[in-house]
């Protein structure tokens, strides 16, 4: 009988022991931040955390004071998720399917460097006269060119004469249709023809011209 008075002590003690544990390390938990108590009902969407970092499942974040974070995934699904909606921005969509600024950007520095500083008048019209110095320069046409939806919309951002406009739209669809005399006519040598190919078929491949 003492016996089983004993084990059954020991058994309370060491229970009490692992719950007394147990509390501790979720006050140390809760003292350290442990996991955020701000997750929304929808949190395999999104997330307010109190860190300045995404966690890696939902890295994009939204712009603002808080910390909200979505799944690159809920990207440009035509829900918006951010509190105010950047996630559905035309400008964050558009550029999101266009090849990086970077690369654009470097892209039309080799064909400046290849071709001459003033290569791309022969796609933009007169502005572009200058290695795209009335345009704003190389980077200022490389982001236009990533976040304007289409061919209107570029020719807005740049403020490009109608005739400019006009032009550009000729070049795309005689590279479209693989009309070389009209490249040749709208003043394109052939040495030219093969990089200014390469170069508006990204674009169009993207809805440039819809």
Known sequence: ??????????????????????????????????????????????????????????PFRCPGKSTVCISIQYLCDGAPDCPDGYDEHAALCTAAKRPPVEETASFMQSLLSRHGPNYLEKLFGPKARGALAPLGGVQTVAVALSESETLDDFGKALNLMRGDLEHLRNVFMAVETGDTSLLRALGFRDSELMDMKSFLDRLASTGFME
């Open 1 to 58: 009988m003492n016996r089983v008075v004993m084990l059954l002590g020991m058994s309370i003690a060491v229970l009490s022991l692992v719950d007394g544990a147990y509390l501790v390390n979720l006050d140390r938990l809760m003292d350290r931040g442990g996991p955020s108590m701000h997750l929304s009902s929808s949190s395999n969407v999104k997330r307010e955390v109190e860190t300045e970092r995404c966690h890696p499942t939902q």
